[in-house]
């Protein structure tokens, strides 16, 4: 019964505030006339049917509390000095999230365009390290420096701390080997070492391995010629070669380097050790050195090879 009460007491007062709010016939008729004196009649129904989906209390509401809300309401006929800016100033609030705006701070406009003289250049001061690395090892290798910083990825395979025993005492040290390859047949391993940091360390591995960048052949661009038996030291490699959609099932550094080579289809087994770095120097020699393509094959045993799928032109 309380509760009735309470629900009542509350109910009451708010449809007597919404029953007072709502114009009556001759406001809304005034103000329909009043309207017809700017609008067409097509007009004025839009915004009859506009006005229809705004609360009746919408005048009376309180704004939410927030701290970044406008103070205002709908009320775009004026700026304001914080939340708007005057046209045609640029970056008015780019001070940075811990400078304090002044609404009587001043900007100026922007400058006009700068007259040039012709031949004149501005000196270039800055610029990215790494793009000036790459025109260094562009210059060395003979590559394009747009393929090196473009085109090349990098997977770091190995990132280990290790120590230098010497008459000082021990000396430790970053070494990282790293995988690059464009994914079209070219990949290169590099190694770096670092005193200072990891960063730096990997850095080093990146561009050496750019250095070493090798052809690696496939067949139709996916897979490799046959079934590779190799051996790395300690390492045991069987790679074999798999049909189309089969996917990489081979250890985690074997797939980063297939990643990078472009190596889609491939199944492989690693026997006896398991040393990261042999795996990879390995992979990549199997790949280069230990594949035959079909027209290595053809040319040794003096025959000529046609595919049945493609289609050969006679140059009669």
């Known amino acids: 019964m309380l ?13 007597m505030a919404q029953d007072a709010m709502r114009p009556s016939t001759g406001t809304k008729d005034a103000y329909k006339s009043m309207l017809a004196q700017y609008y067409p009649q097509e007009l004025l129904k839009s915004i009859e049917l506009g006005e229809q989906a705004i609360p009746d209390d919408a005048e009376y509401r309180l704004s939410s509390n927030v701290e970044f809300a406008p103070p205002y309401l709908d009320d775009f006929s004026k700026l ?67 393929y090196i910083t473009r085109k090349l990825v990098m997977r770091p395979l190995v990132v280990k701390r290790v120590s230098n025993q010497t008459a000082k005492g021990k ?14 047949g070219m990949v290169g391993l590099g190694e770096g070492k670092s005193r200072e940091d990891v960063s730096e360390s990997i850095k080093k591995a990146h561009w050496n391995a750019i250095k070493n960048l090798k052809h690696i052949p496939r067949y139709e661009n996916r897979t490799i010629f046959g079934d590779i038996d190799f051996r790395f030291h300690g390492v045991k490699l069987h790679l074999r070669s798999a049909k189309p959609g089969f996917g990489l099932r081979v250890n985690h550094v074997i797939y980063e380097i297939c990643e990078c080579a472009g190596i889609k289809d491939l199944s492989g ?38 595919d049945v799928r493609k289609v050969y032109y006679s140059s009669d």
């Open 3 to 15: 509760f009735l009460r309470r629900a009542l007491s509350c109910a009451v007062p708010r449809r």
């Open 80 to 146: 304001d000095p914080f939340w708007d800016y005057k046209p045609g100033l640029p970056h008015q609030h780019a001070d940075g999230p811990l400078t304090a705006f002044r609404p009587d701070q001043q900007h100026q406009p922007l400058p006009e365009r700068l007259e040039v003289p012709r031949g004149a250049a501005l000196l270039t001061t800055g610029g990215s390290n790494m793009a000036a690395i790459a025109r260094g090892i562009a210059r060395q290798t003979g590559l394009d420096a747009e």
């Open 171 to 184: 000396i430790a040290s970053f070494y990282s080997l790293v995988v690059v390859g464009d994914r079209n």
């Open 269 to 306: 087994k690693v026997y006896k050790s398991r040393n990261e770095m042999n795996i990879a120097k390995g992979t990549l020699e199997a790949l280069t050195k230990s594949q035959k393509t079909l027209e290595e094959i053809a040319y040794s045993r003096g025959k000529k090879l046609v």
